[in-house]
């Protein structure tokens, strides 16, 4: 059995390994007339470019994609260095129309990952490109097999059921170790290459493409890749929750439902959607944690897509002002943040292992408010922003410029927080890093939850033994003992509901439950078992 | 000045005494400890061992707390108390005046005079120290081939899980019959037996231990089986036959001892302005019933917040409600609330419930006369604490608990809930014909 997990770790760490060698193979040769259609579908007119291109990319020489990207960003920068030399010697000539002629020339910093990206899918060739069903197998394939052999002999290893946190303090990969330390450095990395160096990891689109056409009909993006990838491993660590918690049918009914909302509704559906042409929508996903929906071109796109466009416009806002609240009036905050949610569901598959490094202290309590309060605000004006832009025309409000708080929303939270820190952060901060300090739409539920919800975790009384187990596996770090051990019930507006803490509790202190308002803070008198009236029935037995 | 109070012990009963005086005055406090710079949770040492905790989890306070609380730690080991001078002497010779003294000093393992009770590898299982040297000791299944552990009550079966943890093979000597069967009923108990041996733990019943064996350098190499006089070779023994109050250095110190420290209901030595509480505490007659000493956290908690409201002006006695207590088998856990003896006493019956799984049982004790319900066993369900200890005040009938078995469920949602198979089981050995009530919060919220 021990031997299994062994095999299955050497035949994860080769599909790992492959998976992250491919994007040093290949070359990219990029044809004239594919570099042709391309200016064209972008309406580039503009000689200067192409002939920068062609001599950067055109070249007859084999490129890696490393290569290949630089020159392609080479490119453009002459072309801005030339242009921005024109305006300005205009500048300086006063010469006004011909300064402003030139701009359009430039192209937006912004955007050199992305054509260098949408070159390179043009002009990749080798072995990646001519075997994409024999890479799936050799990255995905060894992958999700040697993750399986990992995870399906701890049904026989663990025991009997039951909460198995055996070791979890003596493991590098588990207690902030060097294991984690090298897992943090592998995300973060990944995050960083996937956010801001797609044309990098072109190679993992290759291999996706089939999939892709065959779901949307269109070639596959670094974002489908990412997507994929979060399905499969959503589903593969799953199985490792299943076993983990099978005894445990909260849990067991909750991972099920992350599951189902991730792969249907925010991964296929969307696809399928694109390939009937209609704007990708991922209909759980609620404002302000997508942050781009009041975006004007999402708008756009979507007033322009007729009846679903416009169906979608009302569920996002019903959803969002409606439906999340009043859910959590009723369930609290964890019918989104652990049932629904991808960000939930992926901390609470891939992260499950790491939701012990959440720190308990009182600063990062403090930290948390700060900041989850600090991002919604953030998220709430640059929308604001955004909407009286869009519908008035104006370029700023309030001194603020649209473009501006969008771009820097979009990178520092969007990118940085929720991606690379979020999610790359959880093998040292544990697993919810993001939900904790960063999601807006926690903060909003938090409110909700903490004043008006008939969600509370119930304290058992006084049978707390201050073990400390519940503080310990809280993911959001929540101090739960510190109530428990008053026999206080536990309402924070952080909590997600994972219902870890109550399975970890080895007194069955900790009951979540939906109930009556009234009782919820303060359920009777706290009881700890002192000065209640003398049990009469013994006096009687003491008297006979 | 403020008066100073100090405390030896920052076990829970000192700590909880230490904040309580707190919250109700401006004293000065001191605790006072040899084993820890902080209050740690003494029930959570098996879950260092087994790596679900480091020892800073097990602190229920951050460090900062007792600054900010201004009650002052020292670490230092009391040698004598001279109630005459109110002084305490250290173990360095200096020396501490008070004005009042709380003795919350806990207990310590028995021994029962084996021979070879004192070698090396022979160990405890109470203190922070004992939690290191058991890492030294059993650090592994190659360091430690075999562990035997000696006395089958609470800590006896947490230390075999924490060796098992670790792959450890451990054998598990219990004087009684069956586990902990002067104190669960048979059907629990045997419940119990089966889930020890389902978890490949080696439990030997109704056996003593007559010797541990020595190596040529003086550690345990085996020990010896007084009924059978097999010798089971091991590295590690675990003594774990009870426990007794940490009194030996209070033996001249003119405070009244018994097995324990002896206090009246408010908690009050012989020695004015000297108190005890907790596991050291041994009341002159059990109150309602409860013994004179009892070693569990619970109380140790009650008569921490007891004595907190003596010292500040406001005498109290102690007055312990209801009875519950809760502990976990390996992966079965354990509540109680009320009173169910292993046998039925006098004029009491048990009614007994078993799932099929072998995994949940519970367990009614019932005044047969009158039908009132005196206490209840569970093992595998999870029940609530707030309803149980109403239903005891206000004495209700074991009928009436069943038809409401619902209302005191506290297993986490989408488990699978077994009140009509219990009451179907009630009412057939009965012959009676209760009906399970759904679940009412608003009953659940009434006030007794
Ligand atoms: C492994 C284990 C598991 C347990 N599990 C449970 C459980 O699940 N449920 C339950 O109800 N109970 C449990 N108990 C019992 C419970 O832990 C004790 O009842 C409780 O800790 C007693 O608290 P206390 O404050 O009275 O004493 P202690 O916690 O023993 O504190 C006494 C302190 O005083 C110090 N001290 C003593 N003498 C001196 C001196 N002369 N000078 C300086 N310092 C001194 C000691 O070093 C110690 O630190 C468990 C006990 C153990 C050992
Ligand atoms: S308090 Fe409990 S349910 Fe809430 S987030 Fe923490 S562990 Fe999960
Ligand atoms: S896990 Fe349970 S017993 Fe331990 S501190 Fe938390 S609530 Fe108390």
Redesign the pocket.
């Known amino acids: 059995m021990k031997a299994l997990t062994y095999i299955g770790l050497a035949i994860f760490l080769i599909g790992l390994s492959i998976f992250t060698g491919s994007i040093f193979l290949g070359n990219f040769e990029l044809k004239q007339s594919d570099l042709t259609t391309f200016l064209e579908n972008k309406g580039i007119e503009n000689e200067l470019l192409q002939k920068e291109l062609q001599s950067a990319v055109i070249t007859g020489e084999k490129m890696d994609i490393f290569t290949f990207s630089s020159n392609v960003r080479g490119a453009l920068e002459k072309n801005n260095a030339h242009y921005d030399a024109l305006i300005a010697k205009y500048d300086a000539e006063k010469d006004w129309t011909k300064k402003g002629e030139q701009y359009q020339y430039r192209i937006n910093d912004k955007d050199f990952r992305a054509m260098s990206f949408s070159l390179a899918k043009k002009s990749g060739t080798g072995f990646v490109v001519e075997n994409r069903g024999l890479m799936w197998f050799l990255t995905f394939g060894l992958g999700i097999i040697g993750a399986l052999l990992f995870i399906l002999p701890q049904l026989k290893l663990l025991g009997p059921p039951g909460i198995k946190n055996n070791g979890v303090y003596h493991n590098p990969a588990t207690n902030r170790g060097w294991i984690a330390w090298l897992v943090l450095v592998y995300l973060v990395v990944f995050y960083i290459m996937l956010y801001f160096m797609a044309d990098y990891v072109v190679n993992w689109t290759f291999i996706l493409d089939p999939i892709s056409k065959a779901l949307s009909g269109g070639e596959a993006s670094q974002w489908f890749v990412y997507g994929f990838l979060y399905c499969v491993i959503m589903i593969v660590m799953a199985v490792r929750m299943y076993i983990k918690y099978r005894h445990n049918k909260y849990q067991v009914v909750r991972t099920t439902s992350v599951l189902f909302f991730q792969i249907v509704i925010a991964f296929l559906i969307p696809e399928i959607m694109t390939s009937l042409n209609m704007p990708a929508y991922d209909f759980k996903n609620a404002f302000p944690l997508d942050y781009d929906f009041f975006f004007d071109w999402n708008l756009d796109s979507l007033i322009n897509s007729g009846g679903i466009g416009l169906f979608i416009l009302v569920w996002g806002i019903v959803l969002t002002l409606v439906i999340v609240p009043v859910m959590v009036y009723f369930f609290g905050k964890r019918w989104y943040c652990s049932w629904v949610c991808g960000c939930g569901g992926l901390a609470e598959t891939l992260g499950d292992p790491y939701r012990q490094n959440s720190s308990k202290k009182m600063f990062s309590w403090k930290l948390e408010r700060w900041l989850i309060h600090s991002v919604l605000v953030f998220s709430l004006v640059m929308t604001l922003v955004t909407l009286y832009c869009y519908f008035t025309g104006a370029s700023s409000f309030i001194g603020i410029p649209s473009n501006w708080i969008k771009d820097t929303y979009s990178v520092l939270i969007g990118a940085w927080f929720a991606g690379v820190i979020g999610t790359g952060f959880y093998p040292i901060f544990g697993n919810r890093v993001w939900c904790r300090f960063g999601c807006p739409l926690a903060a909003y539920l938090g409110f909700v939850q903490r004043f008006k919800s008939r969600f509370r975790i119930t304290t058992n009384g006084g049978q707390c ?1 201050s ?1 400390g187990n519940c503080s310990t596996y809280c993911e959001m770090g929540i101090d739960v003992r510190a109530y428990a051990q008053k026999g206080e019930n536990i309402i924070r507006s952080s909590c997600v509901g994972c219902g870890v803490c109550s399975a970890v509790c ?2 069955g202190v900790l009951k979540l439950e939906n109930g009556p308002l009234d009782g919820r803070i303060n359920p009777t008198d706290v009881l700890l078992g002192n000065d209640v009236d003398l049990m009469d029935y013994v006096n009687n037995k003491n008297a006979s | 000045m403020e008066e100073h109070i100090v405390i ?9 005494t230490a904040r309580h005086i707190r919250k109700l005055s401006d004293k000065k406090i001191t605790i ?5 710079d902080h209050f740690f ?3 959570a ?2 879950y260092i061992y087994m790596g679900h905790m480091k020892y800073e989890h097990t602190k229920p306070y951050e460090n900062y707390f007792w600054k900010k609380n201004r009650i002052e730690l020292k670490r ?4 004598t108390v001279d109630h005459a001078n109110k002084q305490l002497q ?2 360095d010779n200096t020396m501490m005046s008070y004005d009042k003294l709380v003795l ?4 310590k ?1 028995n021994k029962f005079g084996w021979p070879g009770q004192d070698l090396e590898g022979v160990q405890g ?4 120290q ?1 939690l290191d040297m058991l890492e030294k000791n059993a650090p592994n299944n190659k360091a430690c081939n075999r562990a035997v552990i000696v006395g089958g009550g ?2 006896g079966i ?2 075999a899980e924490m060796l098992h943890s670790r792959n450890i093979p451990v054998t598990f000597l219990v004087r009684e019959e069956s586990f902990w069967g002067g104190v669960l009923p048979s059907g629990e108990s045997g419940m119990i037996n089966r889930h020890i041996l389902n978890s490949h733990i080696d439990l030997r019943l109704g056996v003593n231990l007559k010797e541990i064996l020595s190596d040529e350098n003086g550690r345990a190499r085996a020990v010896v089986i007084a009924e059978t006089g097999e010798e089971i070779p091991c590295n590690v023994v675990g003594l774990t036959a009870g ?1 007794s109050p ?2 030996d ?1 209070l033996r001249d110190s003119g405070i009244e001892l018994g097995r324990g420290i002896k206090v009246n209901p408010m908690l009050e030595t012989n020695i004015p302005d000297i108190y005890a ?5 041994e009341q002159h007659e059990g109150i309602n019933g409860r013994r004179p000493i ?7 908690r009650m ?2 917040e007891t004595v907190a409201q003596t010292l500040c002006d406001n005498p109290t006695e102690y007055k312990p409600g209801h009875w519950f ?4 088998f390996i992966d079965i856990e354990y509540q109680t609330y009320g009173w169910v003896f292993s046998k039925p006493r006098e004029g009491e019956i048990h009614f007994h419930w078993k799932h099929p799984d072998d995994t949940k049982c519970i367990t009614i004790n019932t005044e047969e006369a009158t039908g009132k319900f005196i206490g209840i066993n569970t093992f595998g369900i999870r029940m609530r604490h707030q309803i149980f200890d109403r239903w005891l005040t206000e004495e209700r009938t074991t009928d009436y608990i069943l038809e409401h078995l619902k209302d005191a469920n506290f297993d986490p949602e989408f488990y699978a809930l077994f009140e009509k198979d219990i009451v179907a089981h009630y009412n057939k050995t009965y012959s009676k014909n209760i009906q399970v009530k759904s679940k009412s919060w608003a009953r659940i919220f009434s006030k007794a």
């Open positions: 033994i073990c080895p007194r | 030896i012990g920052n076990g829970i009963s000192g700590v909880t006072i400890s040899a084993e820890t949770s003494r029930t040492l098996m230092a080991f009391v040698k250290f173990a919350a000093v806990g207990s393992p299982m109470y203190s922070k004992d609470l800590i947490e230390l426990v940490n009194i250095f509480v907790g596991d050291c505490a009892e070693a569990v956290w619970y109380t140790g008569m921490g207590n809760s502990a976990k």
